[in-house]
């Protein structure tokens, strides 16, 4: 028997119910439970053909034992090597590549020096900035954000030069990205599990937090939406992210991917609504016992991007290569 974990924090509704609705679909040969870590040991397998991991991007110990899991068979969703690795920034400039609109994005050093650094250690960077032509980029209003952040977290909306300048002195060691308003007359967020499953929402940031997906307007028509269900695929799988969203402003008629660097997306029920949270917790069930069936034990089992693909080694190489022992010589 194969068993599927679910890693989780502090939601309920969405682990409980994957776990019921795996174990209502896995037949005998596939199982789901809440994983459960006593010891880890280094290259040695948790057990798991599959994880789905939920909490590891705030938890080191636990982003550490995922990786271990995961070099030794584990389908971790999402890949922990890969998403520790991206950050929003880099994920602008893949969606500049790919064609798809993104905001115009400047990256910005952090106020205060990384600890354990000095001046020399920025030999070369320029002081000051070329401030002007930045702010002439993105233009103002615009947005200031954590590069790698996720979560609301420390997001400022600048209406000037002084603006910025006030609000970047307050952001300490934490590197920042410039980025463009889009004024949107539609928003969207896109779930997209497995890199083929998409589902695309209605939703208004500006509303309350538990009124973000109530919205009363129909879409303005069915050549945006297949154009949003286009980029939503082209870009998880270039990311090569199992479990994603990604969210677009619209503006006069051409949707912006806002964000789409979700490790663990939210997925409770009193957030995303009840007729989302059941396509979430059905389309995640299926998708895991697709990927437990698929999983080999000792090989590499994770997703990795197009991105990555195109200059790495095959996927169904060995995790680790075997090792090669010398035949003593035939006797004559």
């Known amino acids: 028997m194969k068993k599927i974990g679910i890693l989780f924090g502090r939601e ?17 040969d596939i199982r789901a439970e809440f994983v459960n870590i006593d010891k880890i040991f280094q290259a040695e397998p948790l057990g798991y053909a599959v994880i789905i991991d939920r909490i590891s991007q ?3 110990f636990y982003r550490a034992a995922m990786k271990n899991a995961a070099i030794a068979g584990t389908a971790v969703i999402n890949n922990p090597f890969w998403w520790s690795a991206d950050e929003k920034f880099f994920n602008n400039a893949l969606a500049v590549k790919l064609g798809i609109p993104v905001p115009k994005t400047a990256l910005i050093p952090s106020y205060e020096q990384p600890t354990d650094t000095s001046d020399e250690s920025f030999s070369n960077l320029s002081f000051p900035m070329d401030w002007e032509g930045i702010f002439n980029y993105t233009g103002f209003p615009a947005y200031m954000k954590p590069f790698d952040g996720g979560g609301w977290k420390e997001v400022y909306k600048l209406h000037d030069r002084e603006d910025f300048f006030d609000k970047h002195s307050q952001t300490k060691q934490t590197v920042m990205m410039l980025q463009e308003e889009i004024v949107f007359d539609e928003y969207f967020r896109c779930y997209c599990i497995g890199g083929k499953y998409v589902r695309i929402m209605q939703y208004e940031p500006r509303n309350p937090f538990h009124l973000r997906y109530q919205v009363e307007t129909p879409p303005s028509g ?5 154009t949003i269900h286009d980029y939503v695929l082209k870009l998880n799988q ?16 051409v949707p912006y991917a806002i964000d789409f660097c979700n490790p663990a997306p ?21 998708y895991a016992i697709e990927r437990a069936r698929e999983q080999v034990d000792g090989r590499d089992n994770l997703t990795w991007g197009e ?19 010398k035949k003593a010589p035939a006797k004559k």
């Open 12 to 28: 309920r509704s969405f682990p409980e119910a994957f776990v019921k609705r795996v174990n209502e679909l896995g037949g005998d």
């Open 238 to 253: 270039y990311l090569g992210y199992d479990f994603n969203t990604v969210e677009f402003a619209v503006r006069d008629g």
């Open 222 to 226: 069915e050549a945006l939406l297949a």
């Open 266 to 286: 939210d997925a409770e029920v009193s957030s995303v609504g009840q007729e989302n949270f059941d396509w979430v917790v059905e389309t995640s069930a299926k």
């Open 307 to 325: 991105y990555v693909k195109s200059s790495a080694a095959p996927k169904n190489a060995p995790a680790i290569p075997p090792s090669k022992t």
């Open 58 to 60: 705030d938890v080191p």
